[in-house]
């Protein structure tokens, strides 16, 4: 059975990677399963997820929110926990079983920190991936932020560079001075063109002796 494809969005929350992975969906010829962090999170039972929960609670070992101060600016930090952690492990095994069956995928994420690359680049390393920097400048992503319901405030603004630093893309799209059509499509024509040493392939080269 031929392995399906991925194409694997990462940007901070409210940048739009939700509006393209539904774009996606509707102008890539394949079906393509739609695969959130959300999804998972949602999922947590409600005494893992946390609000400032202190060391040795559930809430601190699933989802844990807190506020922290960043340069002067109270912001929402967000820190997976030790069963965070497996559930994410969980996840990233799951899409990759999925696409071994032969499904395409879209994944929908925040990379925060390097282990989370560090972890990608291991479970997905030999499949068709495809990377997209999913970018937005940071007034657009609070004004986004602040409309949306059941928003911390400041959550994007926690993680807005982090998601990027440890990253390398197979290309990157702004969704604040373009449309989700024309994203999707430059999404689209970077899957069908990625070069041989795709950004996955790269990432994998570079974490290969990592033991984290």
Not at 10 to 24: A, Q, V
Not at 146 to 166: I, L, N
Request: glycine share 8%; charged share 25%; hydrophobic share 35%.
């Amino acid at each position: 059975m031929k392995d399906g494809s991925i194409i694997l969005l990462n940007g901070s929350s409210s940048s739009g990677k939700t509006t393209l992975s539904l774009m996606l969906q509707q102008l890539l010829r394949d079906p393509y399963q739609h695969v959130a962090l959300d999804q998972f999170r949602d999922g947590l039972p409600g005494r893992y997820r946390g609000f400032n929960s202190p060391e040795g609670t559930t809430g601190f070992d699933g989802l844990n929110i807190s506020p922290v101060d960043l340069n002067g600016e109270s912001v929402t930090a967000v820190r997976f926990g030790v069963h965070g952690e497996k559930l994410l492990k969980g996840m990233r095994r799951a899409i990759a079983t999925i696409v071994s069956n032969g499904l395409n995928v879209i994944i929908d994420d925040l990379l925060f920190e390097e282990s989370f690359v560090i972890d990608y680049a291991r479970v997905l390393a030999e499949f068709d991936v495809c990377i997209v920097g999913v970018r937005c400048p940071l007034d657009v992503v609070r004004q986004r932020e602040s409309e949306r319901p059941g928003r911390f405030p400041g959550t994007a603004t926690w993680h807005f560079d982090k998601v990027h630093e440890h990253m390398i893309y197979d290309v990157e799209v702004n969704t604040a001075s373009n449309s989700p059509r024309d994203c999707a499509l430059t999404v689209m024509n970077a899957s069908e063109n990625k070069p041989t040493m795709s950004a996955i392939r790269q990432l994998a080269a570079r974490y290969r002796s990592t033991n984290d």
